[in-house]
């Protein structure tokens, strides 16, 4: 005999199962969004380490004894992770050398965001550039015409680092410039 309201094994324990079910969708979604959030500041932290390393083989004790050395330097490293351009500038010492007033008039811009990849590299007595770079040729140009469209929206790391450069004999302060961005 069939009695009323009987649904079954599974009709009847159906009311206690909706909120397991809802319970289990917000553990796992959280869960989820938890993840997401620590891989991208993983990815983040792995840029940071890149452009770190990069800075650490290009400073090395922080005297520069000359371009050979700085290539040589260069051509050490082997980072595919980020894209990136470095290179030794005097900036931040003789700022009156560049073009970077402040919008006042008064002194010189010291911020190296707005012109961190388009800042010019340090030239030794023999006209070669302290620069170094994981870009092609026709890269380096494209970027540099268009920098301004070609960085925004898209994070950039900028890290600067002091040191000095021997040229003919003199040691000059100078700034090893790190600009670094995701492919």
Known sequence: MLEKGF???IGDDLPSLIPLLFAL????GTFSFSFGVF???NTSFDADLAVLGISRILKGTSYITGISDFLQKCASINITKVKYRAGITNFFTAPQNYNAPLPD???YSLDPLPRS???GFFKNSNG???ECTNLSRAETG???NEADEFFSGRPILVKIFPLVVED???VKPMHLVVVAWKN
């Open 105 to 107: 008039g008064q002194g």
């Open 142 to 144: 494209a970027v540099q």
């Open 128 to 130: 070669e550039i302290f």
């Open 39 to 41: 891989n991208e500041k």
């Open 168 to 170: 003919e004999r003199v």
């Open 7 to 9: 649904l079954g094994p």
């Open 25 to 28: 969708l917000i553990f796992f």
């Open 117 to 119: 990849f388009s800042i």
